[in-house]
């Protein structure tokens, strides 16, 4: 890790080498990989996008692979690669539909199906946001986002304690 502190790349990548030969399904050479991903981020998306494939395939179950969905699906999105951010966004709500990251990833799945132009699906995807975490910044930003839905928006708002709803008569 001091070599990622400091820099040093090729450090980093002798670490990788070593846990591969002697640790392979190690959780340490999976933190070693996603330091490496880091470093090739830089370089631009392709080299770091072979690594985040690895850490996925290698280490599944793993907060690394966690990540790993969500680097490769944010980077799709924010240079326009619509249909590869969908992909991804959807990759971790197939392996983990229940993950502690899945409100998350449904809102921008649905961000990416609007971005599409499938209003409709992008439309129940941000209900399904509401319907798994209605207290959410996520179900916030997604009642904001369904303009057919105001109600929902205010409804996700009132859940959060935001507005207060005057009682029945």
């Given at each position: 890790h001091v070599s990622m502190k400091l820099g040093r790349e090729e450090g980093v990548l002798e670490s990788e080498r070593r846990?591969?030969?002697r640790h392979r399904d190690s959780d340490e050479r999976a933190r070693v990989l996603m330091m490496t991903a880091r470093l090739k981020d830089a370089k631009g998306p392709e080299a770091s996008a072979r690594v985040y494939r690895t850490i996925i395939e290698g280490f599944s179950a793993s907060a690394s692979?966690?990540?790993a969905i969500w680097k490769i699906g944010w980077e799709a999105y924010s240079s326009g690669a619509m249909d590869e951010a969908y992909e991804g966004f959807s990759m971790y709500l197939d392996q983990r539909p229940g993950g502690r990251l899945a409100t998350q990833f449904?809102?921008?799945?649905?961000?990416?199906a609007e971005r599409l132009g499938r209003e409709d699906e992008a439309r129940a995807l941000f209900a399904k946001v509401c319907g798994a975490s209605p207290r959410s910044f996520y179900c916030l930003m997604a009642g904001l986002r369904n303009q057919e839905a105001p109600q929902a928006a205010e409804a996700a708002e009132a859940s959060a304690g935001l507005l207060s709803v005057p009682a029945e008569s």
């Open positions: 846990l591969s030969a692979a966690e990540e449904l809102y921008w799945k649905a961000r990416s």
